[in-house]
C-alpha cells in the first residue's frame, strides 16, 4: 500500500491531473528536473506495488477458497486486481509521459496542451481501474459474507467501498483511498486467519 501510494504521489509532481492550470505552472511541473526524477521514480514503484498486489490476491483467493472450497467468484479475484493494477500503472504512465520525455531528450518542447490532455487520459484510466478494485472487494466480500467470515459491519462497509471504486469519478479519490483501507484491513485479516 505504502509503495501504491508513494508511486502515485511522485507521480502527481510531474503530472498534469488539473487540467485548469496556467500554461506556465503546467510548463514548469513538466520542465523540473526534481519532478522529472520523480516521474521516473513513480512507474518502478508502482510497478512493485502492482506485483504485490497480484500476490497479495493469490494469497487472498487461496484463503477465501479454504473457507468456501470452489466457489466460482474466486476466479474473479486475480484477475480484478491485475485489471486495478494494470490500469494504473498505464494512467501513471500516461500522465507523466510529458515530464519523462524532457527528462529523456533536449528535441522535445513540452507543450502544454499536449500535458493537459494526457493528464487527463491518464487520470480517467487511473479511475476506470477502480472497477477492478471493486469487483475485488464485491467478490471478496460476498464469498466471506456466505462461510459467515466477515461481521455484518464489516460486509457492509466493504460494499460502500464498491459503491465508492465505482463512483470513483465522482468522488475525488474517495474511492481510493477507501479501496486502500480495504485493503490494509484485509491484509490485516488474512494475516491473522494465517496465524490461527
Do not use: K
Not at 485548469?20 to 514503484?45: F, H
Not at 500535458?115 to 479511475?127: Q, S
Not at 481501474?129 to 467470515?149: C, E, N, P, Y
Request: aromatic residues 6%; hydrophobic residues 60%; glycine residues 12%.
Amino acid at each position: 500500500m505504502v509503495l501504491l501510494a508513494g508511486g502515485i504521489a511522485l507521480g502527481a509532481l510531474a503530472g498534469v491531473d488539473a487540467p485548469g492550470l496556467s500554461d506556465a505552472a503546467i510548463l514548469e511541473r513538466i520542465g523540473s528536473g526534481r519532478n522529472q526524477a520523480a516521474a521516473g521514480l513513480a512507474l518502478p514503484m508502482l510497478a512493485s506495488a502492482s506485483a504485490l498486489l497480484l500476490w497479495f490476491a493469490v494469497g487472498l483467493r487461496r484463503a477465501l477458497e479454504r473457507l468456501e472450497g470452489d466457489e466460482p467468484l474466486l476466479h474473479a479475484i486475480v484477475p480484478a486486481a491485475a485489471l486495478f493494477a494494470g490500469l494504473v500503472i498505464v494512467g501513471a504512465a500516461i500522465d507523466v509521459s510529458s515530464a519523462v520525455t524532457a527528462l529523456a531528450t533536449d528535441a522535445f518542447t513540452p507543450d502544454p496542451d499536449v500535458a493537459r490532455v494526457l493528464g487527463t487520459a491518464g487520470a480517467t484510466i487511473g479511475l476506470t481501474g477502480l472497477v477492478g478494485g471493486a469487483v475485488m472487494v464485491a467478490a471478496t466480500t460476498r464469498i466471506a459474507q456466505r462461510a459467515q467470515a466477515l461481521p455484518t459491519w464489516a460486509v457492509w462497509a466493504s460494499y460502500v467501498v464498491v459503491v465508492l471504486c465505482l463512483i470513483g469519478f465522482w468522488t475525488a479519490g474517495m474511492g481510493s483511498v477507501a479501496l486502500g483501507l480495504w485493503l490494509v484491513g484485509a491484509v490485516i485479516a488474512l494475516l491473522r486467519a494465517s496465524r490461527s
